[in-house]
């Protein structure tokens, strides 16, 4: 579906439009309605089903989304935490470097220079995309986090948190003490990032305010004992820094095995990969031949990094490979710099009586990207239906409830509405227009589960039970509606994956 049609039809059913519609929308800014906000929560279920099922050591906390100045100024944010920008010195618009390069160098600016990206701008006598200019000023540094005066004086500053991550950094000396006192120990945050884009655009994908799914792993680098026999011979779509250096853009299928050889990635980064991918394939079931793993290059990581994939799904509407999440060998990077900002020791010390600076392996989830890609790869029209075809355990309604005849069957549909919700089974009543039109709309909203009162639910030999309509094949067959929770009610909840 293109971009434009897709952006038309969410908004027509109520899962997103622009902030602040009435007054012409905010730019980067985007709000829920209530198919958007179901899916989006469901989606953070999905994940926080998967990775903290990952380990009983893994947990999930909800931090504060102000940071102190001192917090970012420790983790590199004030200094690093930069896009390059290029200013239009006819229109004055602004716009980001990788924006006004996009259809010349497609893969973006990371680990370009100011100098080198000029030379491109130069080049190519690109223009002004605004205005047709080609009076574009140099590249320079600008830095996206929010900040805001602190305090009844206004004389403190602080940032709104520009990525989740920090709050886990900033809480694991308290996680150490409440919890076991054993590593791994993982930390994760479901929550709101904010990011002063130069230009955002693509909708969910460059926003100013969006959520992000973070699990932060502190582990001893010398022992991080996994069962990788359980992915050792799975297979995964990586595409390494020499073949894109090569020219090619599509993945290879190379074992997990492989990547580990002598002289390879490490077991532990390769293990949480492969679940990874695992979770894009099995979970949010995109196409296996839709998704590759993107390794960045030295140059091309940010600037905390020793080791990054990041997981790419090609998307029709926005014309190729977009980041959908990553996997982060991050170091001792973040709880060295905080050691040294809030001068305190966040080494910890093992049973074995030695003292030991965790590291940190962070798998990172952009919540709203997903449900875009979710939109963009899993509805699609099937003649005259627009269908969404959702894992069952992702749809905004999983069950529809009609009255075949409203003023016959409305108390009875209304009760098993009522009876399916106080099962756990989240339920949607509808009685109007016609059956057809409600398949319809229940189709488009992702909905799996279709239920239909009728004449035979009331009476005769076939009383109390119900026709279960399926979405995707558009089966019918009675059901008793005693039955319908305990049938239905697996297929709701997310998959996890076997604890190690």
């Given at each position: ?190 929550g709101k990032a904010y990011r002063n884009e130069i230009a955002p655009r693509q909708v969910l994908f460059r926003m100013r305010a969006f959520t992000q799914a973070e699990l932060q792993i502190f582990f001893d680098p010398a022992h991080f004992d996994l069962p990788f026999d359980r992915v050792r011979d799975e297979s995964l779509p990586v595409l390494r820094v020499p073949r894109r250096e ?253 604890r190690a």
């Amino acid at each position: 579906m293109k971009y434009d049609e897709l952006f038309a039809l969410l908004r027509r059913r109520g899962v997103l439009w622009p902030s602040a519609e009435i007054y012409g929308g905010a730019q980067g800014l985007y709000d829920y309605g209530p198919l958007g906000a179901a899916l989006k929560r469901r989606v953070e279920e999905a994940w926080a089903a998967w990775f903290l099922g990952l380990s009983p050591d893994y947990h999930r906390i909800e931090p504060a989304e102000i940071l102190p100045e001192a917090v970012v100024r420790a983790s590199g944010h004030l200094e690093n935490f930069t896009d390059p920008e290029i200013v239009c010195e006819q229109c004055h618009a602004a716009f980001r470097a990788d924006t006004i390069l996009e259809k010349v160098r497609p893969e973006g600016v990371d680990g370009l220079t100011p100098t080198e990206i000029a030379e491109v701008v130069s080049t190519h006598q690109l223009r002004c995309p605004n205005c047709g200019s080609r009076a574009l000023g140099v590249p320079r540094a600008f830095n996206m986090m929010f900040g805001v005066d602190f305090g009844v004086t206004g004389r403190e500053r602080a940032y709104l948190q520009p990525e989740t991550a920090q709050a886990s950094y900033l809480s694991f000396a308290r996680m150490w003490d409440v919890g076991r006192k054993a590593l791994p120990l993982g930390i994760a945050v479901v929550g709101k990032a904010y990011r002063n884009e130069i230009a955002p655009r693509q909708v969910l994908f460059r926003m100013r305010a969006f959520t992000q799914a973070e699990l932060q792993i502190f582990f001893d680098p010398a022992h991080f004992d996994l069962p990788f026999d359980r992915v050792r011979d799975e297979s995964l779509p990586v595409l390494r820094v020499p073949r894109r250096e090569a020219g090619e853009e599509s993945p290879e299928w190379v074992r997990a095995s492989e990547l580990v050889a002598p002289g390879g990635l490490p077991e532990f980064y390769v293990y949480h990969l492969a679940h990874t991918y695992r979770f894009y394939r099995d979970v949010l079931k995109y196409p296996i031949d839709r998704i590759r793993l993107f390794e960045k290059s030295d140059a091309e990581r940010a600037f905390y990094n020793r080791i990054q994939f990041d997981v790419e799904v090609q998307l029709d509407s926005l014309h190729g490979f977009k980041e959908l999440g990553a996997v982060h060998y991050r170091g001792d990077y973040d709880l060295g710099r905080h050691s040294q900002g809030s001068g305190r020791d966040l080494s910890v010390t093992l049973t074995s009586g030695e003292k030991v600076l965790p590291h940190v392996l962070e798998l990172t989830f952009g919540v709203d990207r997903n449900v875009w890609a979710l939109a963009d790869t899993h509805l699609s029209k099937d003649g005259e239906r627009t269908v969404w075809r959702l894992p069952p355990y992702l749809a905004p309604v999983p069950v529809g409830v009609f009255p075949l005849m409203p003023k016959h069957h409305s108390e009875y549909a209304l009760r098993l509405a009522d009876d399916l919700e106080r099962a756990g089974v989240a339920a949607r009543f509808d009685d109007a227009g016609t059956i057809g039109k409600r398949y319809a709309r229940m189709d488009e909203a992702g909905t799996p589960y279709c239920v239909t009162v009728d004449g035979q639910t009331l009476d005769g030999d076939a009383r109390d039970t119900v026709t279960l309509r399926d979405r995707d094949s558009k089966a019918q067959e009675r059901v008793r509606a005693a039955d319908l929770a305990g049938r239905l009610g697996p297929t709701l909840r997310p998959p996890r994956p076997p604890r190690a």
